[in-house]
């Protein structure tokens, strides 16, 4: 994204935004001349940001924010160097922002917040992290409005058979990514790559590699402008993780590279010969990832992707570009990176990132050994990943490592959120449990 000071001075507002624990963004616009203030002091606002649910609902049981605490303001801080602008709003300035407590200390729960504390743990061993997130989503002829209206059935794709690499297809989506790269490109976000993907209608977009934190935000903003061109052109997209039980469910993967203070890749070099420090930080994500799944897949619907088939992971392995692995190691003139195909699309980028990180880290920590690799489809016995959200609860909320990397608080936080999100998946009749089962129970 760009700093805020490269955007002209003509805006006549800014809205200063803060990504919630769903990804979304939530904030307020003020005026262009109080930018000044909102630098020094941020903006006023309700907290309950940090206490809602996908849904933007405000859910109970937090010790942050919420009703124990009458739903108090809080303050956001905009970040000066995160800035961007919206296809829906191009004469408005649009600047990320830190939640506040009222006393002006940071919120340790917010999502920004818990990756810093990862970044830094990452500075203090001189190692720079570079992150890249691909996304998949599936976008729709039909406005968001209309499908709404329609309960989501009777959907219409920008094209009616799937494309998996076909560039007829991939052409056939031009108008709709051709305004998407366009309203990136405002913002400074680069694009990696397009292609058609598996699913009918299915898109994938990469964002060019960055820092740890500027990969997350850019992540963020990537998918709030998306929606925005959606919204623009009379369309409507979906970045949930698996919309279609027949279809291919949407991959939120994310490349990892490491390198130290002299710029030598602390993974491998370009022939795929690990370090000692790559093979524990792979060890690590490899050891720790299956009790951390609640980080790389939040919701109830995450797991309807880690299924049998659906080329998403179901075990903690790696392997040499093997995309049956977990930990898909690539080589270049640049050396060794990996891509976790664990997260899906609906993913936090900053939670993700974090765990990510903290797995990595605990390998090295712990000089944990390095399994075998996964060859084809088919190797050693390896961790098995959490079939559900009521499993990755259990997993998380067992975690030392959780405790240690993240602090008890946050671990507390992060949990109350998954909770709320099973307990409120419990009340739901689905059309299978009718179809299945009113005549024959």
């Given amino acids: 994204m760009r700093p805020f000071a490269e955007f002209d001075a003509s805006a006549n507002s800014i809205a200063v935004c803060t990504p919630d624990m769903s990804g979304r963004l939530v904030g307020k616009i003020r005026p262009a001349s109080e930018w000044p203030d909102m630098v020094a002091a941020g903006v006023g606002m309700p907290n309950f940001h940090l206490v809602t649910d996908i849904e933007n609902r405000p859910q109970p049981g937090f010790s942050v924010a919420g009703a124990a605490h009458g739903f108090a303001n809080g303050r956001i801080r905009p970040d000066p160097s995160a800035a961007f602008v919206s296809p829906l709003m191009p004469e408005t300035r649009h600047v990320l922002a830190d939640p506040l407590h009222s006393d002006g200390s940071p919120v340790a729960e917010a999502p920004r917040e818990i990756l810093r504390r990862q970044i830094a743990r990452l500075e203090a061993g001189e190692i720079t992290a570079t992150f890249a997130s691909e996304l998949e989503f599936y976008a729709f002829k039909q406005p968001f409005s209309e499908l709404h209206e329609t309960g989501y059935t009777a959907m219409q794709p920008l094209y009616h058979r799937h494309g998996d690499n076909d560039l007829l297809v991939a052409s056939l989506f031009a108008p709709f990514v051709e305004e998407v790269q366009v309203a990136l490109a405002a913002s400074r976000i680069e694009v990696d790559q397009i292609q058609a993907e598996g699913g009918t209608g299915q898109i994938e977009i990469n964002v060019a590699p960055d820092r740890a934190m500027a990969s997350a935000d850019n992540h963020i903003v990537f998918k709030h402008i998306v929606k925005c061109v959606a919204h623009k052109l009379g369309r409507s997209v979906t970045f949930l993780a698996k919309p279609f039980e ?56 995450s797991y309807r992707r880690l299924v049998p088939g659906s080329y998403a992971p179901l075990r903690s392995s790696w392997g040499y570009d093997n995309r049956a692995a977990m930990i898909r190691l690539l080589t270049g003139s640049s050396g060794t990176r990996f891509e976790l195909r664990l997260p899906g699309a609906d993913v936090n980028p900053y939670i993700c990132y974090s765990g990510l990180i903290a797995a990595g880290l605990a390998g090295v920590q712990n000089e944990i050994p390095l399994p075998e690799p996964l060859v084809g489809d088919t190797g050693p016995a390896a961790n098995v990943i959490p079939a559900d959200l009521g499993e ?50």
């Fill in 246 to 301: 027949k279809d291919a469910g949407s991959g939120g993967h994310v490349h990892l590279s490491l390198h130290d203070a002299h710029g030598q890749n602390l993974i491998g070099d370009d022939s795929g010969q690990l370090t000692t420090f790559g093979r524990h930080f792979i060890a690590g994500l490899a050891a720790y990832t299956p009790e951390l799944t609640l980080l790389h897949a939040p919701y109830v619907n």
């Fill in 392 to 441: 990755a609860i259990a997993a998380f909320a067992g975690s030392d490592l959780a405790t240690e990397a993240f602090t008890p608080a946050v671990k507390q936080h992060i949990l109350c959120h998954a909770r709320n999100e099973l307990q409120a998946s419990r009340r739901i009749v689905s059309p299978w449990e009718m179809e299945r089962g009113f005549e024959n129970a």
